[in-house]
């Protein structure tokens, strides 16, 4: 009942909080949390009309419904200089490595549907750089620079867009579905919403181990990244209930950059804030700039720290933009009212994150350009290791379909059947 | 209609006498002859046919509508819905959220009361998100409400492998949907099937499932002045004989009629004669046409992309083996995917789907020819 009590309507607040607010203040539960992003003209007409919950609603609503949640303030948000060029490089990584898919898709080296991520960096590596390598990575289609980030390696990544046996799954999977088991990424769902219950059931099993299988110190910790699109799909509501109703270490990742395909995100949903919906399953709703990668991260250390601590889940919603079109088959005709696309190039994260990180003294030019150059390298060489690998073998066809393939694609000699001269007889024989 | 004018005479060649086989191959010349005829006259990409064909349904009734993701502003992911968000505004060419199980139930809410949806899965991939309402409300309400409330909907999209999408994004769905009672399941083949079959889908008063094909939207193909008309449409359950043969059955349907095709003519170079049959609907499965060919040809292939097990091919197979079983001189062979999830590695792919020379090999075999083994995986 308080849970209902606490989301009854309210009296209407003062409007004054939907300004600008400094990000180290107490009353933000989450240091990087900004409201007020979003500059089209659109949005400021919903914003009007949506603006009804302030921060402050916001925050009673969730401290009513998470009343039993003690949220550490938060300390020490700088970040050292390692952790500044550690950040920098994965940014770095993210954006040559796409750039370098869009040069081999269109020389032929890849195929199908490539989503590239350029833009939106800030979120990946403000996240998942946070992360330990249990923790558990699971993404959309738009999957190359996440897997990328929790560490899997540029080369593993671009042999499989090259569909060869050294890619992280062999060729199997492809572009939209990275898997890496050592690195627990787990996947690559090109469906809009799929991967949002995986990541429960991820968070689920982190629960599950500490409760039930009384592995104590499993505090793992599961990143559900998805865009707004999702966040119109019944899956994505369905998992932030019973998130929240089992108190699931997951932070639901919402990477807004405004655009599903050509739909405006203004257009296919009835409240643009997407935070809100945290609130009303009873968890933090978090917006951030995800154009900044230092109030990503301050965030997203927040909120994982929570879930790491048994506080339950998070909601957190970013801001960003997409570079390039949906795929790279994708004209993107639709994007570009009132000079969107240059009003976001202008805050490219990498070129922000590198003016602060050089402003603040925390890097010189020179460590930048060194870090440049290295990734570089790095990336030629995962294209040279793609190419000069090789495709799968025949023989991988049938494999892998089952974990125990017995009575499916084996003879009783135990050999795969597509070893069997008959093989190639009729592809429905093998 | 030519097609179906000649289905019906083939059908009772096959049934009555192998002696007016004869009398069919006569008629070969005249079929090749008609199609180089009908290109000079006019081309239709199967992209352009289903335009069409939803433009002047619109047009006809007002209780049409189309709803599904970036259908009206980006103008189709395919582009099929070009130019209908101009003509008929947004309140019939409805841009949904990415919302599957939420629209594809609206459809069918909306079909209860009348109004004749068109909803468009991006890819039939999608349409597993709404399963349950394809098949639990649109497919059973019929029957459910005692034959009061009847479903005329139409669930439309690419369907069938793509190429290099992975697993996910690239499968049949002919032999899932195939399986429900309630549903009528098309699959068009070249433009004049496309036009014809979707102007039928969206006149039949039942939900239909109509699955098209993403790599031949592009494809142009020959169209008469009567498959232009506005009154043309072809009928649920009906085949066609693309190519009329004595020696051999080949079955396909969607772009696999195209690589039967093409195989025939291959066939045709080694002196043998194939028969190939358009199914152009999966269910109703013309069980008539099938039979009345093998009894011809007393042979018989499948050609499907869907996986083999329990799939179309599984079906025709039951269907010839129940009723023309004294008439086969040979194994059936059936040519299916792999049975595999799609692969994304080029070389893989390419061998998990039927190729044509999987479908000469096959014709051979059965024609008991002796089939060179490929020992490369291509």
Known sequence: MGLARAIQPLPLPPLADSRPKPTATASSLFLGSTRTLRPSNTFARTHTRTRSISSAQRRSAVAANVSDVKLKPATNLLLTKEEALEVYEDMILGRVFEDMCAQMYYRGKMFGFVHLYNGQEAVSSGFIKLLKKEDSVVSTYRDHVHALSKGVPARAVMSELFGKTTGCCRGQGGSMHMFSSEYNVLGGFAFIGEGIPVATGAAFTSKYKREVLKEADCDHVTLAFFGDGTANNGQFFECLNMAALWKLPIIFVVENNLWAIGMSHLRATSDPEIWKKGPAFGMPGVHVDGMDVLKVREVAQEAIGRARRGEGPTLVECETYRFRGHSLADPDELRDPGDEKARYAARDP??????????????NEAELKAIEKKIEEVVEEAV??????????????????????????IGPDGRYRCEDPKFTEGTAQV | MLGILRQKVGGATGLSSQGLGNHMLRLRPVTSALRNYSSATKEMTVRDALNSALDEEMAADPNVFVMGEEVGEYQGAYKITKGLLDKYGPERVVDTPITEAGFAGIGVGAAYHGLRPVIEFMTFNFSMQAIDHIINSAAKSNYMSAGKINVPIVFRGPN????????????????????VPGLKVLVPYSSEDARGLLKSAIRDPDPVVFLENELLYGESFPVSAEVLDSSFCLPIGKAKIEREGKDVTITAFSKMVGYALKAAEILEKEGINAEVINLRSIRPLDRATINASVRKTNRLVTVEEGFPQHGIGAEICASVVEDSFGYLDAPVERIAGADVPTPYAANLERMAFPQIEDIVRAAK???????PISATAS
């Open chain 1, 350 to 363: 990498i070129t922000q994150f590198k003016k602060h990180l050089i402003e603040s003294k925390l890097a």
């Open chain 1, 384 to 409: 040279e290791f793609a190419d000069a690998s090789p495709a799968p073998s025949r023989s991988q066809l049938l494999e892998n379909v089952f974990a125990d393939p017995r009575g499916f694609g």
């Open chain 2, 160 to 179: 069938g492998p793509a190429a290099g999408v992975g697993a996910q994004h690239s499968q049949c769905y002919g032999g899932w949907y195939g399986s």
């Open chain 2, 365 to 371: 075999r059965v024609c008991y020819r002796s089939a």
